[in-house]
């Protein structure tokens, strides 16, 4: 995983981030002998922003894509959020 931010002047934060997860193949539950193309994997990567707009209260908005780029059997996805932090001094 990998992260970077920064905090402006006017109460402003901004963010970005980006990680990749991979996991093993699977084996046949009889055998015991790994199955081809079942390993799976998931990359993503996004950009987050805060701001204050009243005193206490912070609006946080993120946009995050899962990357297709890692092989077969991956997920894809694109996800939005926004929420509302109650922050206090």
């Known amino acids: 995983m990998a992260t970077a931010g920064a905090t402006l002047d006017d109460d402003l934060s ?4 980006a990680s990749a997860l991979r996991q093993g193949g ?3 539950e ?3 002998a790994a199955v081809d193309g079942t390993t799976l994997a998931l990359v993503t990567a996004g950009v987050a922003a805060t701001r204050t707009f009243v005193p206490g209260w ?3 908005a993120s ?3 899962d ?4 092989g077969r059997n ?3 996805g694109v996800d939005v959020g926004v929420s ?3 922050v206090w001094p």
């Open 14 to 17: 901004l963010g970005a981030f």
């Open 74 to 76: 991956e997920l894809a």
């Open 67 to 70: 990357v297709p780029i890692a």
């Open 26 to 28: 699977g084996r046949d």
């Open 58 to 60: 912070r609006a946080l």
């Open 63 to 65: 946009l995050s894509f």
């Open 84 to 86: 509302i932090l109650r």
């Open 30 to 32: 009889t055998t015991g």
